[in-house]
């Protein structure tokens, strides 16, 4: 059974930081991504950072660019997948889900995501 558990959300102040941080589990590494989305209210479900987990590749839309980072550890037998965000925008408020499963930044062909992790801006 694949499990994804999101943590590391929080409130923070325009310009700061926080760091996202995913548990993967049972998941069988075909070769396929795993990836970040966010979903405001009101808003459809955005990729905001994709890694092609067998050439480390990393892809990223234009609106967090510079400004996010997707990176994974496979360290000890576990997987875990980080997003570090620098310099947060009030627009960056969200529900983030961490994904697994599809491929590059398209929500379809995701077949498994966590609960999500709240990410509060404030200006």
């Known amino acids: 059974q694949v499990q994804l558990v999101e943590s590391g959300g929080g409130s923070v102040q325009a310009g700061g930081s926080l760091r996202l941080s995913c548990a993967v589990s049972g998941y069988p590494d075909s070769g396929r991504c795993l990836a970040w989305f966010r979903q405001a209210p009101g808003k459809e479900r955005e990729g905001v950072a994709v890694?092609?987990?067998?050439?480390?590749?990393?892809?990223?839309p234009d609106s967090v660019k510079g400004r996010f980072t997707i990176s994974q550890d496979n360290a000890k037998n576990s997987l875990h997948l980080y997003l570090e965000m620098n310099s947060l925008k009030p627009e960056d408020t969200a529900m983030y889900y961490c994904a697994a499963g599809g491929v590059g930044l398209l929500k379809v062909g995701y077949k498994y995501w966590g609960q999500g992790t709240q990410v509060t801006v404030s200006s």
């Open positions: 890694i092609y987990t067998g050439t480390g590749s990393t892809f990223y």
